[in-house]
């Protein structure tokens, strides 16, 4: 159709092209768009019948008013409507409306993944502030909870979903039919960043547990009680930080929560072998050898042929601990036979203090204290001597709990020099 045709029609069918051809998201172009649409439906009520080549021109610019609407916001479509109150008949006052209705339909299994990630978000944020404000909270207690809350407050809080959809709706330039998707890309990128948050927590915590390691080696037990608290905290499986923990309990003389944290390393890593160790050296000082020696066997079962340093002065310090046992039960075959065991390591021991930096000692002093009395029992005075003051020489200076020890091995080396030829 051209613009010389006479019927009425032609004329609001060219400004209604016009219009199309200016439509932008300006509020003016879609009051150009809306008016000059309500001509031609003015101007087609008075054409009766409507022409072929009318109707078909009509249909094309409707569908490409429709195919517009999908490349424009429709931010400016209540305010012209509040404004004019058209019909609703006139549904190109009305496309907003329509979509949205049609956007509602398709947008279901985004409005799903949406609830999703934010139920998953949810989870994810207070499992995050439990580890953080349990124990010892600090300086990264407060910003790791500001920070989750920062990115999650919106799905927590009473109407997040809907004040969320809200500032989405506010993006400036974001169509209608793309809010659904923009929503669940926000909520997703949230869980995405508070998953990342929970994942490094296990990193974080092997930071703390380090900086606990530092400080108990200093003597410095509060300090590193804190430490090893924020880090199983922070990764309640983490075994080395548990055994670690339970350590300086038992430095502290808290062998009630000592007991408690071996057997919580213990549960994270069956085949943790110090913290067996740990655990039956606590049955041993609290005179239930029997009990001890279950934990002692169980934990070199469990470390089997291993041959790593570590794992050979674990085995030096479960059968040093064994034998203890076995004496304490009058079992003095079993005792030798499990000290001796422990004996026969320490040549590579000695080694292995050697090639350390600085004054390390694995050996210990537990060993020769029960060969010695075993030794004596079986009337070996020279021998018992050797491990009296090979026991007197590897007790560790200031710790308080070897003075008894101290003070039995003097009298003892000083006993047997005594009646010895």
């Known amino acids: 159709m051209t613009g010389n045709d006479s019927s009425p029609l032609s004329a609001p069918l060219n ?26 439906e ?31 916001s429709l931010d400016a479509l209540p305010d012209c409507r509040q404004t004019f109150d058209p019909p609703d008949a006139a549904w190109w006052w009305h496309l907003d409306e329509r979509i949205a209705k049609r956007e509602q339909q398709n947008d279901l299994p985004w409005v799903l993944l949406t609830g999703t990630f934010t139920l998953l978000t949810a989870a994810l944020t207070t499992e ?76 974080v915590a092997v930071a703390y547990n380090n900086q606990g390691f530092a400080a108990r080696q200093a003597q410095n037990y509060a300090q590193a009680q804190r430490k090893f608290q924020r880090a199983v905290a922070l990764h309640p499986d983490n075994a080395i930080a548990a055994y670690n923990l339970a350590e300086v309990y038992w430095r502290l003389r808290e062998p009630d929560k000592a007991r408690d944290w071996y057997r919580r390393a213990i549960a994270a890593d069956l085949d943790f072998a110090p913290a067996y160790r740990g655990l039956g050296r606590l049955h041993n000082a609290q005179d239930n ?26 085995r030096y310090e479960l059968l040093a601990e064994l034998g203890r046992a076995y004496f304490a039960q009058a079992q003095p075959v079993l005792a030798q036979r499990a000290l001796e065991e422990a004996l ?78």
């Open 128 to 203: 995050i502030l439990t580890r953080l404000w349990a124990s010892a909270p600090d300086t990264l207690s407060v910003f790791g909870s500001l920070l989750t809350l920062t990115l999650t407050a919106s799905p927590l809080i009473k109407r997040g979903p809907d004040l969320l959809a809200s500032g989405v709706a506010r993006l400036p330039k974001l169509k209608l039919q793309d809010r659904a998707e923009a929503l669940a890309a926000l909520t997703g990128l949230a869980f995405a960043i508070v998953l990342m948050i929970r994942l490094a927590l296990p990193a």
């Open 344 to 421: 026969a390591l320490e040549d590579t021991l000695r080694a292995f203090e050697a090639a350390a930096p600085g004054a390390v000692q694995y050996r210990s002093a537990l060993p020769h204290y029960y060969m010695a009395q075993l030794y004596e029992q079986a009337d070996r005075p020279q021998d018992a001597l050797a491990h009296w003051e090979t026991c007197l020489r590897l007790l560790k200076p200031g710790w308080t709990e070897n003075m008894a020890w101290r003070i039995e091995a003097q009298e003892r080396i000083a006993y047997l020099k005594g009646v010895l030829p």
């Open 42 to 72: 003015e101007a087609r009520q008075k054409v009766k019948p409507l022409r072929a080549a009318q109707a078909q021109r009509l249909v094309a610019l409707d569908a490409q008013f429709q195919e517009q609407v999908a490349r424009h």
């Open 15 to 40: 400004a209604y092209e016009q219009a199309l051809a200016a439509l932008d998201d300006d509020h003016q172009t879609w009051l150009a768009v809306l008016l000059a649409r309500d001509a031609v």
């Open 289 to 314: 050898p029997a009990e001890a020696q279950t934990i002692l066997e169980s934990g070199l079962a469990v470390l089997g042929n291993a041959t790593t340093e570590a794992d050979t002065v674990t």
